[in-house]
C-alpha cells in the first residue's frame, strides 16, 4: 500500500512538472474556425496541461467549439452585434456571390474588418483581464491570423512561446506571415478550383484571385495595427512583425489530399485534429441507410444554409433526386417543417430532410455511396479520411480550392455553384461519379493512407506545443526574408545591376566594333565623334 501510494505521488508530481500553462485566443466568428481552437484547446488539456480559451464573442449563434478548457469571455459588443445582425440579413448572397467580381472590394473589405475591429476594441477595454493573463505568465498561447486581434494581443501577454495558426488551408496573406513563398506560378489560389500550370490564362487569374484577397483581407490587419498603435503607442509592432517572431504554425491542412507547394519546418499541418472518432449509428440512422442499397448524403455546410436556397435551385435539387428513386437521398435541410421540406418530403420517398445528423458517423459508414457537399475543410478532410466519394459544390471563400484539391487527387467532380438551378448538370456529375470505380478506389486509398500516417495530428500537435513551451522559439526556424525589402526578397537590385551591365557592354561592343569597322573599312560610324575631335 505505501508503495501504491509512492508511486500516485510520483506520477502526480511528473504531472505538476511537465503540465504547462496554455492561453488559446478562440474569437467567436466561425463554426470552422472555433472548431479548429477548441478541439486544439480539449486536446492539450487532455494532454495533461492547464488550457484557458479566451473567446471574444463575434457572432453568439456559434459553438465556442472547447468543453474542457477554462473560458473567459468578452460579451459582444453593440457595435459588433448590429453589424453581425445586418449581415445575417443577407446569407442568401452566398449562393450568388461571384467571389472573382471587383465590385464586391468596394463595401466587403470595410464590412468583413469591422467585425473584428469592434470586438478588438471590447477586448482592450477588458484591463483586468490582462492585468490577469500577465500575471499567469503563460508558457504557450495560440492565436489564429484570422482575427488578428489575437495576434497583436499576444504582444501584451508576452508568452514565452507565440504559436500562429491557420483553420483552413492558409491563404495567401496568411503565407506572408508565416514566412512562406506563395509559389503562384501553380499553387493554387484559395479562390481557385483549378489550375493548369501550362495555362497562362489560368495562372493570369490565379494572380488576379490573390489580388483580391489581398484587398479583401489587408485593411482589417491596418485596421487593428492602427488601433494598437494608438492605444499603446506608435512603437506597437505590427501584426506581421509579430507572426514573424511566432515559434511554430499550425496549419489546418493534410499533405495527402493538399496541393503540393513549398513550406518551413516550422509550419506543422495538423489537418484533420476536429474529426472525432466515429460512433456507431443509432437505431434511427441505421433503419434509414438500410432502406435501399446506395446512400448519398447532401450538406452545404453551417453557413451557407439550404434553407437559403432560391427557389428554382431547390427545385433543381428535387429533380435531381427524383432522377434517382433507387438511391436514398439524406438533405441536411435546416427546417424540414417548412412548406418546401413538408412538401418535398411528401412528394418524394426517397428524400429524408434532416436539420442535423451524425456526418461524421454517416461517413463512416460503408452504405453511404457519396458526399455532395459545400466543400469545407471539416467536411472534405472528413470525406477523405472516411474514404468516400464526392461531388463538390463551393460556396465561397477557400471551398473553391478545398474542392479543388479533391477533384485533382481523384476523389470526385466539381460543380459551379452558379449551374445549381441546371439539374442535368448534376445527374450527369452523379452519374459520373456512381459510374466511374476510379473515384472509389482513390477514395478508400487515400483514407487508408491518412488511417496509417507515421506521425497523426493529435501527436504532431501535442509534442509540439511542450516542445515550445519548454524551449521557446527559434531563430533557426525564422527565416531572413522577414528582414528583405521588397526588392532584396525578388533580388531586383541584382536583376536591374545584371541589366545595366547588359546594356552597357552592348552599348561598348558597339562602339568598339563601329570604331574597329570605320578604320579597317571606311565605315563612317565614328565619323561624327572625329569631327567634334577636330573642332575642338
Known amino acids: 500500500m505505501r508503495i501504491l501510494s509512492l508511486v500516485l505521488l510520483f506520477a502526480l508530481s511528473f504531472e505538476a512538472i511537465t503540465s504547462h500553462k496554455i492561453l488559446v485566443y478562440n474569437s467567436q466568428y466561425g463554426h470552422s474556425h472555433s472548431n479548429f481552437l477548441g478541439n486544439i484547446a480539449d486536446i492539450l488539456v487532455d494532454a495533461g496541461h492547464d488550457v484557458t480559451s479566451f473567446i471574444p464573442i463575434i457572432d453568439p449563434e456559434v459553438k465556442d467549439g472547447t468543453s474542457k478548457s477554462k473560458k473567459v469571455l468578452v460579451p459582444q459588443a453593440k457595435d459588433t452585434k448590429d453589424l453581425i445582425d445586418s449581415m445575417m440579413e443577407h446569407k442568401a448572397d452566398f449562393f450568388t456571390m461571384n467571389n472573382f467580381n471587383p465590385i464586391i472590394l468596394l463595401f466587403m473589405p470595410k464590412v468583413f474588418a469591422s467585425q473584428f475591429l469592434f470586438q478588438c476594441r471590447a477586448v482592450l477595454e477588458e484591463t483586468e483581464i490582462l492585468k490577469k493573463f500577465q500575471a499567469e505568465k503563460f508558457d504557450v498561447m495560440i492565436v ?68 483580391l484577397i489581398h484587398a479583401l483581407f489587408y485593411p482589417g490587419r491596418w485596421m487593428i495595427d492602427e488601433l494598437y498603435q494608438d492605444k499603446f503607442g506608435a512603437e506597437y509592432p505590427s501584426v506581421q512583425e509579430i507572426s514573424s517572431h511566432a515559434a511554430y504554425t499550425f496549419t489546418n491542412s493534410e499533405p495527402l489530399i493538399d496541393f503540393a507547394a513549398p513550406t518551413l519546418n516550422r509550419v506543422i499541418p495538423i489537418g484533420g485534429i476536429g474529426a472525432n472518432a466515429p460512433k456507431p449509428l443509432n437505431e434511427y440512422w441505421n433503419e434509414v441507410l438500410s432502406r435501399r442499397s446506395k446512400n448519398i448524403l447532401l450538406s452545404f455546410g453551417s453557413v451557407a444554409k439550404s434553407v437559403y436556397l432560391a427557389n428554382d435551385i431547390k427545385q433543381s435539387i428535387l429533380t435531381t433526386i427524383g432522377s434517382f428513386p433507387e438511391i436514398t437521398f439524406i438533405w441536411k435541410y435546416e427546417h424540414p417543417e417548412d412548406e418546401f421540406g413538408t412538401a418535398a418530403s411528401a412528394a418524394l420517398p426517397n428524400l429524408v430532410l434532416s436539420s442535423w445528423m451524425p456526418q461524421n458517423d454517416i461517413l463512416n459508414d460503408d452504405r453511404i455511396t457519396l458526399f455532395i457537399t459545400h466543400g469545407g475543410m471539416g467536411s472534405t478532410q472528413e470525406t477523405a479520411l472516411r474514404g468516400k466519394p464526392g461531388i463538390f459544390i463551393p460556396i465561397f471563400g477557400d471551398q473553391m480550392r478545398n474542392a479543388g484539391m479533391m477533384q485533382y487527387n481523384g476523389f470526385g467532380k466539381v460543380i459551379d455553384k452558379f449551374d445549381l438551378h441546371k439539374p442535368e448538370v448534376v445527374v450527369a456529375a452523379i452519374k459520373d461519379v456512381l459510374g466511374n470505380d476510379s473515384y472509389r478506389k482513390n477514395a478508400a486509398r487515400v483514407g487508408k493512407m491518412l488511417a496509417k500516417k507515421p506521425f497523426s495530428s493529435k501527436e504532431q500537435l501535442i509534442k509540439t506545443i511542450e516542445f515550445a513551451a519548454e524551449y521557446g522559439p527559434s531563430r533557426a526556424l525564422r527565416p531572413q526574408s522577414y528582414d528583405m525589402t521588397f526588392i532584396e526578397y525578388h533580388n531586383l537590385d541584382i536583376i536591374s545591376a545584371f541589366i545595366a551591365l547588359a546594356l552597357f557592354s552592348l552599348y561598348l561592343t558597339k562602339k568598339v566594333l563601329c570604331c574597329i569597322a570605320t578604320k579597317c573599312c571606311g565605315f563612317k560610324c565614328c565619323k561624327k565623334e572625329e569631327k567634334k575631335t577636330k573642332k575642338e
Open 144 to 211: 489564429e491570423n484570422f482575427d488578428m486581434c489575437g495576434v497583436a494581443y499576444s504582444h501584451l501577454v508576452k508568452p514565452k512561446s507565440l504559436i500562429t495558426s491557420s483553420g483552413s488551408s492558409p491563404f495567401s496573406f496568411m503565407f506572408e506571415e508565416f514566412g512562406v513563398p506563395l509559389s503562384l506560378s501553380y499553387n493554387p489560389s484559395s479562390y481557385m478550383t483549378s489550375l493548369n500550370v501550362h495555362s497562362m490564362f489560368d495562372r493570369a487569374k490565379n494572380i488576379y484571385a490573390e489580388i
